[in-house]
């Protein structure tokens, strides 16, 4: 649903489109790759291949992290907070097509309850 709709008209997968969200709201634009696999819930490995991929894309690049020789953070690029910015019309809709147009009032306000809970 979301994927697809970010995928044809972006195009940009859902994970792609998270990493992005991650990295424009970090401090400085920029997250060492272990934070970044932790905050879109991805292994290690599956976050490298992800930000190959907006690497290559353009959106994306990496540079050495300044306290640690070995580490490596990933950093947003003018094109990759560009895309986002591009992108961000269409999940949020589709999050209102596919989501909130589902549920009634009262589950509307029971999720909200939830999510609130779990927030904490």
Request: glycine share 10%; net charge negative.
């Amino acid at each position: 649903m979301l994927e697809t709709e970010l995928v044809a008209e972006h195009p940009i997968t859902l994970g792609a489109y998270d990493v992005l969200v991650q990295l424009a709201e970090a401090p400085g634009r920029r997250l060492r790759m272990a934070e970044l696999a932790d905050a879109v819930l991805l292994s290690r490995s599956g976050v490298t291949r992800l930000v190959d991929r907006l690497e290559v894309a353009g959106m994306v690049t990496r540079e050495r992290f300044d306290g640690d020789g070995r580490g490596v953070v990933a950093v947003i690029t003018t094109k990759g907070i560009d895309t986002l910015r591009s992108a961000a019309g269409t999940h949020l809709a589709g999050v209102v097509r596919h989501f909130v147009e589902a549920m009634d009032p009262d589950e509307l306000a029971a999720f909200g309850e939830l999510s609130s809970r779990l927030a904490d």
